[in-house]
């Protein structure tokens, strides 16, 4: 069967961008056809500067969320990274695979590197490093799938790279995963800056649907997103890329293309009533859910402290095997 792994990283409330991308092919296909497991990745939101109340608070509410958007524990697994002690001992050995040069050739590496030396801090060994933990999330499980938006494929080509190059020189050990990404919104883009993607971690509110948004709340971002001064409704993400967005997470919300969509609007203002309403309706039974499940916390803990025992259950042998063929003991 197929080996699905993907996962949540808990630094900022859960998007649209994050469902749309992500986590609604996870629902919708993958726990059915795959043996998938699905992670709250608390190991790497200690990479940026953080407060460990709020990561704490993340953590759960990101796991309550997938549960809410419809993973059933029963046909996935659904754990918190850091109860798995695998994924730090795995990172370890492929730091010892990867090179210095690799790591700093990531864009998001970059990008959040020089941000946060912009805002005069310091930069995380980690965050140079955090590639490595993920390419371990990914190893080692053998995933063969790992269903992700399009900010992630540098990430998930990096850990084929890895594993590649570590059977190479100690044996056959890891599978080779390869990324999946959603035909349409594999990156869903910030309301108010249609050339930036719609991230957790940014702060600029106005452009980013949270899936815990009120309906109004999510009909107020929607119609206020910053379109082309153009006036006909055209699919085109270079030159219109406000306009395309919006198509884009219509098309994914209704399943549909979002070429055919543009051709069914003559105003813009059509458009964003009917993506704001799209957006209230796919969100409304998540966060009908979300409000149950928050009402009973045991039934999540429950859920966390089995994935975890199976997830480890799953990822000891291959780690095992790893130490074992890079030239360790075994104990
Ligand atoms: P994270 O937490 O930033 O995002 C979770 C998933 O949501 C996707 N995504 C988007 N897709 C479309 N449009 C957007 N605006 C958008 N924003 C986020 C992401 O591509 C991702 O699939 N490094 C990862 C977490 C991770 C991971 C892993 C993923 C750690 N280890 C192993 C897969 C396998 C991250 O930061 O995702």
């Known amino acids: 069967m197929t080996r699905v792994f993907s996962g949540i990283k808990p630094t900022g409330h859960l998007t649209l961008g994050n469902y749309l991308g992500a986590m609604r092919r996870w629902v919708t296909v993958d726990q059915h056809r795959a043996d998938a497991l699905f992670c709250v990745v608390d190991l790497h939101a200690l990479t940026v500067d953080h407060d460990p109340a709020r990561v704490r608070r993340l953590s759960r509410q990101g796991a309550t969320l997938l549960l809410a958007a419809g ?19 795995l990172s ?46 990914i190893l080692a499980y053998r995933t063969d799938e790992v269903p992700v938006g399009e900010d992630q494929t540098q990430h998930v080509e990096l850990a084929r790279d890895l594993a590649v190059r570590f059977n190479q020189r100690y044996g056959h050990t890891f599978t080779v995963p390869r990324a999946i990404r959603p035909e349409v919104a594999a990156r869903v883009m910030n309301l108010q800056d249609p050339v930036s993607k719609m991230g957790k971690s940014e702060d600029s509110g106005p452009g980013i ?54 051709g069914e609007y003559g105003s ?31 039934y999540l803990e429950g859920v966390l402290r089995a994935g975890a025992e199976r997830a480890s259950g799953m990822a000891r042998p291959t780690v095992d095997a790893a130490y074992r063929a890079i030239g360790l003991l075994p104990a």
């Open 71 to 89: 993973l059933d524990p029963q046909r996935c697994t659904v754990f918190v990274q850091s109860h798995v002690d695998e994924h730090a001992r």
């Open 92 to 137: 370890y050995l492929l730091e010892c695979v990867a090179t210095d040069g690799e790591m700093r050739r990531m864009i998001q590496y970059k990008e959040k590197s020089r941000r946060e030396q912009e805002r005069g801090g310091s930069v995380r060994l980690s965050l140079l490093t955090y590639p490595a933990l993920m390419a371990a999330d």
């Open 209 to 262: 649907v949270y899936l815990l948004d009120e309906p109004d709340v999510v009909r107020k971002k929607v119609m206020r997103a910053v379109t082309d001064s153009g006036q006909d409704v055209v699919y085109d993400r270079r030159e219109r890329p406000g306009l395309a967005n919006l198509l884009e997470i219509l098309a994914a919300c209704r399943g549909e293309e979002p070429e055919r969509l543009s």
């Open 268 to 298: 813009y203002g059509a458009l964003k009533k009917d993506t704001a309403e799209a957006v209230v309706e796919v969100l409304r039974p998540l966060q009908e859910r979300h409000r149950e499940l928050c009402a009973d916390p045991g």
